[in-house]
């Protein structure tokens, strides 16, 4: 069996290099390697059949998969130069590829996103967004592909050491998110004096080092960068909820959201997706 497949790893291996260099040593063209080309032609055929029936779904602007975002959310997507990177631009361009698509970002406000996404402006929301009943009223989501919850910043030396102390508080959000959403609803007992919105984290953070906010509830990893981002402020270890991402796909479109679960599966299975995950989030800081 062992020799069989290495057998057959010689013969693939001459096959794939017949079109380059020919095998064998020889570089006149037999009959057997003029059949090979005919095979790596056909082969290369099948390919663009298969990228063709891939990109059968329809999208916004043909050949394109247009994702919306915020990129103010390290390590999901945030700006590097005039860039968009992170966990979601990775992904995106993954998806797309699958889908014989190109990935183009369109960054705007959070709370821009899902009515980006119902009025065709983009194809996806793909922002660090969490599943919940409301966006469901107005999106379909795909499966979810990270787990994550809302976390507290505080500074350095705060009085407040866990959920229970941010009663009373001036506490900054994230404007239109599950922070917002949780500490906002009054029956999550948050109990603060005041909620301040921001339009991202970043912003929140500013204000939160110049005093003027006691607290920012905001996501876990998230959280964590603009801490490492910052000096004076802490991350306490306590989550106040949990939650999944997942992509957000506008509800007549359903061959776009089973495609996009079909690459997802696909870059579950071959590790690809957690690889992703590995190279923004498990690092030391
Ligand atoms: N996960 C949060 C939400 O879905 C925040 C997302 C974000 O700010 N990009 O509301």
Same mark, same amino acid.
């Given at each position: ?35 090979? $080309?005919?095979?790596?032609?056909? #082969?290369?055929? /099948?390919?663009?059949?298969?990228? *063709?029936?891939?990109?059968? !779904? =329809? +999208? ?36 797309? $590829?699958?889908?014989?698509?190109? #990935?183009?970002? /369109?960054?705007?406000?959070?709370? *821009?996103?899902?009515?980006? !996404? =119902? +009025? ?42 866990? #959920? ?13 998110? =599950? ?107």
């Amino acid at each position: 069996m062992k020799r069989f497949k290495t057998l057959t790893a010689v013969v693939l291996s001459c096959f794939f290099a017949v079109s380059a260099a020919g095998c064998g040593g020889s570089s006149s063209e037999t009959e057997g390697e003029a059949a090979e $080309e005919e095979a790596v032609e056909d #082969a290369a055929e /099948e390919t663009e059949t298969d990228e *063709a029936e891939a990109s059968a !779904v =329809t +999208t916004v602007q043909d050949g394109l998969l247009i994702w919306g975002t915020n990129a103010a959310f390290e390590p999901y997507e945030y700006m590097e130069g005039d860039v968009v990177v992170g966990i979601d631009a990775e992904i995106a361009d993954a998806i797309a $590829e699958k889908l014989g698509l190109t #990935a183009q970002v /369109e960054n705007m406000d959070f709370d *821009a996103v899902i009515p980006s !996404v =119902t +009025t065709g402006k983009v194809d996806i929301g793909l922002a660090g967004m969490t599943v919940n009943e409301e966006r469901l009223n107005n999106v379909n989501f795909s499966d979810p592909y990270v787990e994550a919850g809302q976390a507290i910043i505080v500074p350095e030396g705060s009085d407040i050491t866990s #959920a229970a102390d941010l009663e009373g508080k001036i506490v900054g959000v994230q404007r239109g998110t =599950t922070g917002d959403e949780y500490v906002s609803t009054e029956e999550n007992g948050i109990g603060a004096a005041s909620v301040e919105r921001f339009s991202n984290g970043p912003d929140a953070a500013q204000s939160l080092l110049t005093g003027k906010i006691d607290a920012i509830v905001l996501d876990n990893e998230p959280s964590k960068k603009i801490v490492a981002n910052s000096t004076g402020l802490v991350v306490l270890d306590e989550l106040l909820t949990s939650e999944e991402y997942a992509i957000a796909v506008a509800k007549e479109n359903t061959a776009l959201l089973d495609a996009i679960n079909e690459a997802l599966d696909e870059l579950e299975e071959s590790g690809e997706l957690q690889e992703i995950l590995d190279k923004y989030l498990n690092i030391e800081e």
